[in-house]
T-cell receptor, first 118, second 111 residues
Framework: GAVVSQHPSWVICKSGTSVKIECRSLDFQATTMFWYRQFPKQSLMLMAT?????????EQGVEKDKFLINHASLTLSTLTVTSAHPEDSSFYIC??????????????FGSGTQLSVL | QKEVEQDPGPLSVPEGAIVSLNCTYSNSAFQYFMWYRQYSRKGPELLMY????GNKEDGRFTAQVDKSSKYISLFIRDSQPSDSATYLCAMMASSASKIIFGSGTRLSIRP
C-alpha cells in the first residue's frame, strides 16, 4: 500500500497558540487529501476535503478560520489549528487519495496527531 | 437513520476463533467497499477493498459484499491477539465521492 506520513504524532501547546500538522504522501501524488478528527472510542469525523491548488471544502460545523488547511502541492497538505483552546484537544488524522491507477479511489491514512491544549 | 450501521461491540473471542464483522447500509448507490483496521492512537490501515458484490480473500481475511441485502462482512480466520483493534467499514458511490465510515467495532482476541 501507499505511505502517508503525518507529523507531529503528538503535540502539547498552550491555549491561544497555533499548531501546524503536516501530511505528506511519500510514494504517490495525492490529488485529494482529507482531514479527520476522532474522539476516544468514536469513529472518524470528516472535517474538510482539500484538492491540490484549490481552497478546502469544510464540513458543516467546522470553522474554516480556526482550522486552516493548505494543499499547496500534490504531496503535502497542512492543517493549522489557530488560537487553540482545550476543547480543540483531539486526535487529528489526515488521509490521501491518488485518483490515478493503480491506487485510484483507495484512501490511505497518516498515523495521526494527538493534540493536547493546556 | 445513518447511511452506514456498524455494531460498536466490544466483541471478545478466544484466540484461533473465526471472527465475523458486519455492516449494513442504506444507500444503494454504494459500489466501493473497504475495511480498515485501527490500533489505538494510530491511523486506520486499509485491509480489504472490494468493488461491487462478491468475495475477496487475502490471507486470513475474507471480505464479502451482498449488494442485494446491503450487507458487507469481514471474516478473520485463525484470529490472533495482534488482531485486537477497531475495525471500520467504509464505502462510497464512486471513485470521486465522499467515503462514508461505519462507527467501528472494537475487537479483542483473548490469548
Amino acid at each position: 500500500g501507499a505511505v502517508v506520513s503525518q507529523h507531529p504524532s503528538w503535540v502539547i501547546c498552550k491555549s491561544g497558540t497555533s499548531v501546524k500538522i503536516e501530511c505528506r504522501s511519500l510514494d504517490f501524488q495525492a490529488t485529494t487529501m482529507f482531514w479527520y478528527r476522532q474522539f476516544p472510542k468514536q469513529s472518524l469525523m470528516l472535517m474538510a476535503t482539500s484538492n491540490e491548488g484549490s481552497k478546502a471544502t469544510y464540513e458543516q460545523g467546522v470553522e474554516k478560520d480556526k482550522f486552516l488547511i493548505n494543499h499547496a502541492s500534490l504531496t503535502l497538505s497542512t492543517l493549522t489549528v489557530t488560537s487553540a483552546h482545550p476543547e480543540d484537544s483531539s486526535f487529528y488524522i489526515c488521509s490521501a487519495r491518488s485518483g490515478q491507477a493503480p491506487l485510484q479511489e483507495k484512501l490511505f491514512f497518516g498515523s495521526g496527531t494527538q493534540l493536547s491544549v493546556l | 437513520q445513518k447511511e452506514v450501521e456498524q455494531d460498536p461491540g466490544p466483541l471478545s473471542v478466544p484466540e484461533g476463533a473465526i471472527v465475523s464483522l458486519n455492516c449494513t447500509y442504506s444507500n444503494s448507490a454504494f459500489q466501493y467497499f473497504m475495511w480498515y483496521r485501527q490500533y489505538s492512537r494510530k491511523g486506520p490501515e486499509l485491509l480489504m477493498y472490494t468493488y461491487s458484490s462478491g468475495n475477496k480473500e487475502d490471507g486470513r481475511f475474507t471480505a464479502q459484499v451482498d449488494k442485494s441485502s446491503k450487507y458487507i462482512s469481514l471474516f478473520i480466520r485463525d484470529s490472533q491477539p495482534s488482531d485486537s483493534a477497531t475495525y471500520l467499514c467504509a464505502m462510497m458511490a464512486s471513485s470521486a465521492s465522499k467515503i462514508i465510515f461505519g462507527s467501528g467495532t472494537r475487537l479483542s482476541i483473548r490469548p
